[in-house]
């Protein structure tokens, strides 16, 4: 292979004058670059203390890129998305209009180890006018489950989610209701507990009689015996534990006088709502460790980008939270109406369902409370338990 030879450096004596004055002139600049450095030692110092701190800003910002990169890779890896068909989910296709509102439905299903959702809340999400509401429904409302591919029949709403998973779930819930419910998040109770020990327990007023049977609970329930007992009662903070036993309770009456299926649900809302006010004044910081420790337990058909974009609500100086559930007992025809499911019997809550549909969709699309719909609608009974057909 041809090498170009090395060009050997002219001597000064064989240069034309041009090539004097040009090697003169070079010579003459690099000792006048080299004298004024040594002349002015200060602007030495500031031109490496420039080069220093450009050279620390770049390898600031690729540490900073690289450890973005490496939580968004940690938070999309516990990231559980199961999407759905959700032209295949009972809704009325005249609600679909409703879309156009700004106004997101999601079903929050608290599942437990024997997979039924025995927490079913409807979160209505109103981001123009910043608003969040909330609906229980009463987890033994008998209602008309239709499992896909499979026969349909009446049996217990909680018990939609163990029978044919989410969709079923959603399915009963918008058929039933009349709603429009597209999305869902379904989350385990440990998963909750820890959530709320995240943000270092919730405040909430227990009557004696509650927290003597929280107490109970703690201490009979395996895993739970570590946890402290609870001391006192009235305002109290408690941690993950306590709160889910205390959101459990069905036999106890609550501070506004109710037991059973509706101080359960009651306790419920409140635990969630009291959950949303903490995080409302979590500093923008701790946010990211709070979702990374939420993600493991949560499953759900939100993007993740949806489901940053709606929780810039929290932050919102305008938010309000009200709440209800379906039925109230004004509307409740049986309360513990006996349905015979593949010839077992359970004991269920019956009540008008068209009925509680309408109030439903008035709290949420008409911004109407349910005691003033039911002021102007008076509650309407049915004759049987299988009149919703």
Do not use: W
């Not at 995080?279 to 946010?287: A, L, M, R, S």
């Not at 305008?318 to 109230?328: A, D, K, N």
């Not at 409370?369 to 009149?387: A, N, Q, R, W």
């Amino acid at each position: 292979m041809y090498k170009k030879p090395h060009k050997q450096k002219k001597p000064y004596k064989y240069m034309s004058p041009r090539e004097r004055r040009h090697h003169q002139n070079k010579r003459s600049n690099n000792s006048i670059k080299a004298s004024n450095i040594s002349r002015n030692p200060k602007r030495h110092k500031r031109i490496k203390l420039k080069r220093l701190i450009l050279i620390s800003t770049i390898m600031l910002l690729i540490l900073i890129i690289f450890f973005v990169i490496a939580y968004a890779i940690s938070i999309i890896s516990k990231f559980q998305h199961e999407g759905i068909d959700t032209n295949d989910i009972g809704i009325d296709e005249e609600l679909f209009s409703k879309d156009e509102l700004g106004i997101t439905n999601i079903a929050l299903l608290g599942v437990d180890d024997n997979g039924t959702s025995d927490a079913i809340i409807i979160a209505s999400i109103d981001t123009n006018s910043k608003k969040i509401k909330m609906i229980s429904i009463l987890r033994d409302s008998l209602v008309k489950v239709e499992p896909k591919n499979k026969k349909s029949y009446y049996t217990k709403i909680n018990e939609a989610y163990g029978n044919g998973g989410v969709e079923t779930t959603l399915r009963a819930i918008n058929s039933n209701f009349n709603l429009n419910v597209k999305d869902y998040i379904s989350i385990k109770f440990d998963g909750l507990a820890r959530i709320i020990d995240k943000i270092d327990g919730i405040d909430v007023n227990i009557t004696a009689e509650e927290s003597k049977h929280i107490n109970g609970l703690i201490a009979s329930t395996q895993g739970h015996e570590s946890c402290p007992q609870i001391e006192g009662y009235g305002d109290v903070r408690l941690n993950g534990i306590q709160a889910i036993e205390y959101a459990r309770i069905r036999k106890k009456l609550n501070q506004n006088g109710q037991r059973d299926d509706y101080g359960r649900t009651d306790r419920q809302r409140l635990v969630l709502e009291t959950i949303l006010k903490k995080v409302k004044q979590t500093p923008y910081n701790e946010i990211p460790d709070l979702i990374d420790t939420f993600l493991p337990y949560m499953k759900t058909s939100l993007s993740l980008n949806k489901i940053l974009s709606l929780s810039k609500i929290l932050k919102s100086d305008e938010l309000s939270i009200s709440q209800t559930r379906v039925p109230m007992v004004e509307y409740t025809i049986n309360e513990g109406y006996n349905h015979t499911v593949n010839g077992t019997s359970k004991s269920t809550v019956y009540y008008n369902l068209k009925y509680a549909g309408k109030l439903i969709n008035a709290f949420i699309y008409d911004d109407i409370s349910p005691e003033d719909y039911m002021t102007e609608h008076p509650p309407v009974l049915t004759g049987g338990p299988l009149d919703n057909r």
